[in-house]
């Protein structure tokens, strides 16, 4: 009975998923002591971690839930600009590489743009069909907290969406698929199609 018990509790929902992270500059190099935070998107108020990369660029393994997380990779007053990743958890071993870029020299300082502008976005499945029912988060490149959005596709798979940043970065999950696109900042309408169909 005891053994039964034991093949239950392991075969219970909530398995969680192995996820590796490993943070390299543009050759491929580890960087070590890249502040890395790992985020629940699911989860608003859920941050998961906040931990300094190993001398490998590596964070310890994670055990996440199935969901969508965000990495992000940052080196505040560093060399390297900040990096951001979404990802879909379901249920195969994950392996995250952020690649962070080098910090250009800065002119008179950062300048951060916060307007109203609208856009119209129209999510397509890869067959050309409007995926209905998607959401779609947006964000500025660095996922500034206060600048995030979230919406959810209408029946002609589309949602009325502000940019938040230039440029404004989209990522649409529908089904179990992910999707991340830069937006053109002067299109009044833009279209993202899927690169495949969800599970």
Do not use: C
Request: proline content about 5%.
């Amino acid at each position: 009975m005891k053994l039964l018990f034991l093949a239950l509790l392991l075969l219970a929902p909530g398995a969680s998923t192995q996820v590796s992270v490993t943070v390299e500059d543009t050759s491929g190099s580890a960087l070590k002591d890249e502040l890395v935070i790992i985020q629940d998107l699911y989860n608003r108020e859920h941050e998961i971690l906040r931990v300094l990369t190993d001398k490998d660029g590596k964070l310890p393994v994670l055990n996440l839930q199935p969901g969508l997380y965000r990495a992000i990779a940052t080196a505040p007053y560093g060399y390297w600009q900040t990096e951001v990743k979404e990802f879909l958890v379901a249920e195969k071993h994950l392996n995250i590489a952020l690649r962070v870029r080098p910090m250009p020299t800065h002119g008179a300082g950062d300048i951060v743009a916060i307007g109203t502008k609208k856009q119209r976005l129209r999510v397509l499945q890869a067959n050309g069909s409007a995926a209905s029912g998607a959401e779609v988060y947006v964000r500025d490149r660095d996922a500034t907290l206060h600048l995030e959005r979230g919406y959810k596709t209408d029946l002609k798979g589309e949602a009325q969406i502000e940019l938040v940043g230039d440029p404004t970065v989209a990522v649409v999950v529908f089904g179990n698929s992910l999707t991340t696109r830069e937006l053109p900042p002067n299109d009044a309408e833009f279209t993202m199609r899927l690169s495949s169909a969800p599970d």
